[in-house]
Every structure is written in structure tokens, then in C-alpha cells.
């Protein structure tokens, strides 16, 4: 991916599926990864449910972009983002693009500004479906990013009825990883390790297991050994022979019975 700091996004919002309670937020987020360059909110203005987000257009500098919906049940949202996105990757200004939705619609638009070569991020809520979430480069949770509440977010609007993605088995991540990465001794470079889960998997983040560290939510698996040591990178390694803390209760609970019943 390239260096955030020269890296030119377009930050596209579907207004219509988004809080704007996250407003703030997602923008700190997106600007880790580069310069938000355009900054785009798509939805019909002129309605109740677009109020909260007049505010947050003015204060982050945000172009609303008005589409009336035409027909009832159709999101003409959608199109007028799409169309825009396709528009901004023939300008060739731009590196990135970040699509702020839950909306399983936009899953073509990801996949095909990853094939022009576009580093895509997603964000959405935890309700966002599983193909727009592996369509991008990587995809961040709002949830993880403050403390709105999810109520407020409107229902996505997908159509296909696709479930949404569930956050994949920490242990088999983790395994996986250090498997890949680790040297002959067993040892995994922990910012190696972090690479390939973020290459292999464009939902991980630490955040969605309540730590704000890789080496923080490394340290709390019972089944992983990590040493830091001063002025050196972390390294992890999976724990051999050792049983977790759970695989030592249950095969202590039938001795726990013996006792009692002696």
C-alpha cells in the first residue's frame, strides 16, 4: 500500500446508511491511511432523516451531494456514488478511496477500483455484509472507533438478505499467522505477523477483541509465549505444550468431583 502520508484518498459517504455520529471519527480514522483529499456525502437533503449530518458537512468541510430518491424502494444514492467513484479513478489524482457504507451494493465499485490498481478501505458497522467487507483492501468496524451507540445507524439496505460477516475465530488467526511468519525457532516477528493478518483478512483489527494493540491482545492469549525486550521488536510464538487455562479447569473439574464425593 502506499506511504499514508503521500497517499491522496477520495472519502466517499453513503449519508443515507451512515450515522452522522461517526463523522468525526471515521475522518480521524481515514486520516491515518493518507490525505483525504475529496471528501464526498451522497443522499437526499432535502428529507428528515439527513438533519444531523448539515452539521457535520460544515465543521469537516464535506460536499453534500444531493440525489433525490425518484422512485420508492430504489437507493439512488448508490448510483450517484458509484458514478462519481468510477469519475475520480479516470482523473487519476487519486491513490485510494475509502467507501463509508454498510451497503453490500457497493461491493462491484471495491473489487473494481482494486483492479485499477486503488488501495480501497472500508468502514461500516458490524451489520456490513461479508463480500463488501473481503471486497476491500481493508475494513474497519465503526464500533471500534468510539462510543456511538449502533441503534442510531440506519439498517443497510440490502436487498440479497446477505448475512453479515462475523469476526473469524481469534485463535486460528493467530495460528495461522505466526505459522506463516515464524522463523526456524518457532519465533514470529510480531509486526510480520500483523501484515499478513491485515493482507489476509481486510476485517482484522485489533480493536474488534477490545485491545487497542497487536502486542497487547497477543500477550493476553494464554496459548502464545511474547517477548519484548528493551530497544528489540516484539516477537511471538505459539505456546508447545502447555495447555490453556481452559483445557486445565476442565481437566481439573473431574478431580474437583473425586474429592467432594470422598
Known sequence: MPEAANTRLAVLIDADNT????????LDEIARYGVPTVKRAYGDWTTQQLVSWKKQLNQHAIQPVQQFAYTTGKNSTDSALIIDAMDLLYSGNLE????????SDFTRLAT???ESGKTVYGLGTRRTPASLVAACDRFIYLEVLGDDDPADDPEPD???GESAARLPDLRRLLSTAINRTSHEDGWANLGSVGSYLSTSNASFDPRNYGF???VNLARAQDYLDVEHDSGSAPRVRLRAGRPSKKAAEKAAAPAKK???KR
Open 158 to 160: 440490502d436487498s440479497d
Open 212 to 214: 487497542a494493540k497487536l
Open 258 to 260: 473425586v474429592a467432594r
Open 112 to 114: 473494481r477500483l482494486r
Open 19 to 26: 450515522s452522522a455520529n461517526h463523522a468525526s471519527a471515521l
Open 96 to 103: 485510494a478511496f475509502a467507501i463509508v457504507s454498510s451497503d
